[in-house]
């Protein structure tokens, strides 16, 4: 059996500030096959791009991964590389798309020479075949008269192109992950939609891998094979896309659920939220780190971090509560209050 093109194993990244220690990252594991898509959700602040810096290696000097972090990209310990032989593999071997394109693109530089930039810097592409590959880009991804568009500069560019251009620069060099961090960020819903349709299609026709960061499980619902929840630092529940959904475990991935809006709910019904606020990270809760904010927590909650356990109907599926909810059960409540 081929070995998984990237593994994560006990991944912590933390940082050091006045305040003391930021625990950002806390002991993250899972593995991710070629070709297939990980979905990775959770609040603001619960760590995915923080995560996704680590795995691309672009931390701040004040960053620290404690020993016993590993991460493998094709076979390969990434935290074992000197900055020379990371920047080698960003590129053909990891791309990423940022945030937030106005502040990721480079304000001064014509969009054609950024999206060739890495070529000429991986490949010794030419001027001239860097600026036909860059048309040819992002008539792939959807610009119009990218001709015209290769020769302007991002504040000419709509929110959408540019996020297009942020695609197109991940693409360029041909790379077997891309980790999509939040792309549809500032977007409206429509454009949104676009993005996440031209992503699918480019995973699909490169067959690459690809790590898809949201805060919006309603984002990942069938477009990922996986999906990962993270809070405060860690994963709290993990498995395949239809069974997390179908047999949601964890208290917080069900928060997550109930909180996307839905059309089948009466108008004007009062949104769903999560109480309260994430832990501080620099001094986090002795137990389950979801618990002051969870109705169901129970005294050992408080005290003892809850082990990482697989769903009884699917070892793959795992997760993270001392007292998980029964999808069974809820399926059985549900049932009855239709029929009533």
Known sequence: MAAPLLELSNVSTHFHSPAGRVRAV?????????GQTLGLVGESG???SVLARTIMGLLPSYAEIPEGSAISFNGQNLLTLDRKERRAISGPGIGM???DPMTSLNPVMKIGQQVYEGMRHHFGTSR??????????LTEVGIPQPDV??????HQLSGGMRQRVAIAIALAC???LLIADEPTTALDVTVQAGILDLLQREQRDRGMTMILITHDLGVVAGRCDNVAVMYAGGIVETGTTRSLFARTRMRYTQALLDSIPRLDRPPHERLKSIGGRPPNLINPPAGCRFAPRCSHRLAQCDT????????????SHRFACWHPRDPDAAMQETAGGDAA
């Open 149 to 154: 568009r290769v020769d302007q500069y991002p």
């Open 97 to 99: 798309i940022f945030q």
């Open 26 to 34: 806390d002991g993250v594991s899972f593995t991710l096959e070629a």
């Open 46 to 48: 619960s760590g995915k």
């Open 174 to 176: 041909e790379p077997k």
């Open 128 to 137: 001239k075949e860097g600026r036909e590959r860059a048309v040819e880009l």
């Open 304 to 315: 003892d971090m809850p082990p990482i356990t697989s769903d009884e109907q699917d070892a």
